[in-house]
């Protein structure tokens, strides 16, 4: 298995995932909303911000972030290929691509929605604080915050 920025040659194949997935993330419910996702994703390429990884050449985990805004977008992997840490690889290959000195934050489901409990349980464990409450899509989540500014102390 190998994390890599994803290519536009990527994109059939990373659609394919994210339709396996789609259920666990509000937005993605109709056909129009998984073309305007596609369109996001594409988007997110030409930015180099996007991360997938491959086993082969099927990719079994997505990632989407933003550089400008210290904001980790879209995290999801193949149902198939979970409990590999593939996750967190993706994380640690985005970190090296963002400020060090910035926090990054992300949103997902508030406690208590069943699909959100592995998303929290993975934040909280790679070092993710919960924060604000918010919605996002119609749907209340919560923000989580990973502080990088005691990371830079290291010396």
């Known amino acids: 298995m190998r994390i890599e920025v994803g290519t536009e040659q990527d994109v059939d194949s990373w659609m394919n995932l994210v339709e396996k997935v789609k259920n666990a993330f509000p937005g993605l419910e109709t056909e129009e909303a998984l073309k305007e996702h596609r369109n996001t994703v594409l988007d997110f390429i030409s930015k180099d911000s996007a991360i997938c990884a491959k086993e ?3 990719i079994v985990g997505v990632l989407l972030f933003s550089k400008e805004n210290n904001v980790l977008c ?3 992997v193949d149902p198939e290929h979970r409990r590999k840490y593939i996750a967190e690889k993706m994380v640690s290959y985005m970190l090296t691509k963002m400020n060090p000195q910035s926090d990054i934050s992300v ?3 508030r406690e208590g929605v069943p699909e959100g409990i592995a998303a929290r349980a993975f934040y909280k464990r790679i070092g993710f604080s919960e924060g604000k ?4 899509f119609g749907s209340p989540v919560q923000e989580f915050v990973l502080k990088r500014q005691s990371l830079s102390l290291e010396n």
């Open 56 to 58: 082969q050449e099927e």
């Open 74 to 76: 879209f995290l999801a």
């Open 107 to 109: 949103t997902t489901y």
């Open 133 to 136: 409450l918010t919605e996002e």
